[in-house]
C-alpha cells in the first residue's frame, strides 16, 4: 500500500468513519482526481454502495459571475434538489479535497454577481448542510495540496511536500 492509498484509508476511517454499504460524495478540482480516484478505490475496497467523485473547476465559478446573464445568476438545476436529497436521505458521508491548484482563481470572481448564485446554491442545498452539522451525514475536509502549493514554498512538487 503506497502513501496515498494509506492516506486515502485513514480519511475515509478518521475522517468520515466510513463503514460498509454506505456511499460516499468525494468533492475535488481536478487536479485532485488521482487522489480522488484512490479515496474511491479504497471506499469500495472497504465495501462502499456507491461512491461519487464530483470535479468541480473554480474557473467555472469565474466564468458564471463574469459572463452569466445577470437574471440566470440564481438558477439552480432541479437534479441539484434530487441529489441533495439522497445524499441526506441515504446518509451519504463527504468528503472534501481541498487545496487549489491556483490560489489567485478567487481574486477573479465578481464576488457581488457571486454572491446572488451563492445565495440560490445554499438555499438548495440547506438540507445537507444541516444534516452534515447534526452528524447524520458524515464529513471531512482533507488537505490535498496541488504541485503549485509546494512551488510556493519553494520545492520542487507535491510528492516534496508530502514529506515534509
Known amino acids: 500500500m503506497d502513501f496515498y492509498q494509506k492516506y486515502a484509508r485513514a480519511v475515509l476511517i478518521s475522517g468520515v468513519a466510513f463503514k460498509e454499504g454506505q456511499c460516499l460524495r468525494i468533492v475535488a478540482e481536478p487536479v485532485h482526481a488521482e487522489l480522488a480516484h484512490i479515496v474511491e478505490a479504497e471506499a469500495y475496497k472497504m465495501g462502499a454502495r456507491y461512491v461519487e467523485i464530483d470535479l468541480q473547476d473554480p474557473r467555472s465559478a469565474v466564468n458564471r459571475s463574469l ?16 441529489k441533495v436529497d439522497e445524499f441526506v436521505n441515504s446518509k451519504w458521508s463527504l468528503i472534501n479535497l481541498n ?15 457571486n454572491a446572488t448564485t451563492v445565495k440560490a ?10 444534516a452534515m452539522g447534526d ?13 503549485g502549493w509546494a512551488k510556493q514554498l ?6 516534496e511536500l508530502w514529506s515534509i
Open 67 to 82: 459572463h452569466q446573464k445577470e437574471e440566470y445568476l440564481d438558477f439552480v438545476p432541479s437534479y441539484v434538489k434530487n
Open 154 to 159: 519553494g520545492l520542487k512538487d507535491k510528492t
Open 135 to 147: 452528524g447524520t451525514c458524515a464529513w471531512c475536509i482533507v488537505a490535498a495540496p496541488p504541485d
Open 99 to 113: 487545496g487549489m491548484e491556483d490560489p489567485f482563481i478567487p481574486k477573479q470572481i465578481d464576488q457581488k454577481r
Open 121 to 130: 446554491s445554499r438555499m438548495i442545498t440547506k438540507p445537507m448542510s444541516l
